[in-house]
């Protein structure tokens, strides 16, 4: 009940500037809001921006025995921001953050996102997840998947990533997980994925050896370029 009335309060300014939230709007033309002054991300210059989406999950890490924690995969849902006003992705990633740094211990994302219902009808554009690295058998690697959600029918609407560039985050970083860019090394869905506008999923500087793993919530954007969808 009160995660309700927080849902539909910190969603009014939103409300009003996106009456009727569309999905699978043209963002082709959208430019990826990257950071001047620094050289580890770079905007693509041969594809366009295909889907963006803003992101609701966790970031898990365990515990390392030098005593600091070590990122284990992340589980994130992630819903369609095409057809906003691109002048408000911010402050709709602020608001998502929000909405679930606040939601109580057992709410999931997808309860997150279905609330948000009170913007419009959040498409879901697919899940974020992590596999075993596919080229090389060990290790994690970070996947995107639209085929259970916005592409189901389309078994290759999917992302495998490898990393290409990581900036810390430009604000409180501490706090902020990093920024990335990756290339996408199996599926059609992109050739690049960016995780920008972070906001929380770092784990405590410092953890006891032997305890249990930590899920630390996150939001951030995903943005995905070329594919062939
Ligand atoms: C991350 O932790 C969540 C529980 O918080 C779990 O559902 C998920 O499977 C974990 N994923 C990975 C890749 O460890």
New binding site residues.
């Given amino acids: 009940m009160m995660f309700s009335i927080l849902l539909t309060t910190v969603f009014a300014s939103l409300t009003l500037a996106a009456p009727s939230l569309k999905s699978g709007c043209d963002v082709s033309h959208v430019v990826i809001p990257l950071p001047a002054g620094q050289t580890q991300l770079v905007a693509p210059t041969t594809t366009t921006p295909r889907f963006i989406g803003i992101a609701a999950g966790?970031q898990?890490y365990t515990c390392a025995a030098t005593g600091t924690y070590t990122n284990?995969?992340?589980?994130a849902e992630i819903f369609d921001v095409s057809c906003l006003d691109p002048g408000l992705f911010v402050k709709a990633t602020d608001i998502v953050s929000s909405v679930w740094e606040k939601a109580p211990k057992g709410v999931t994302p997808q309860k997150v996102i279905k609330d948000l219902a009170v913007i419009g009808s959040p498409i879901v554009l697919g899940q974020h997840?992590?596999i075993t690295n596919p080229i090389t058998g060990t290790g994690?690697s970070p996947k995107w998947d639209f085929t259970s959600a916005s592409l189901a029918g389309h078994p290759d609407a999917f992302v495998v990533g490898a990393r290409t560039g990581d900036l810390p985050s430009p604000t409180d970083p501490t706090e902020n997980i990093d920024w990335l860019s990756l290339d996408g090394v199996q599926g059609n869905l992109a050739d690049q994925i960016f995780r920008i506008e972070t906001r929380k999923g770092q784990p405590p500087s410092s953890c006891t050896p032997g305890t249990p793993d930590i899920?630390v919530r996150y939001a951030s954007q995903y943005w995905f370029f070329g594919g062939s969808f």
């Fill in positions: 966790v898990n284990v995969g992340a589980v997840y992590f994690l899920s």
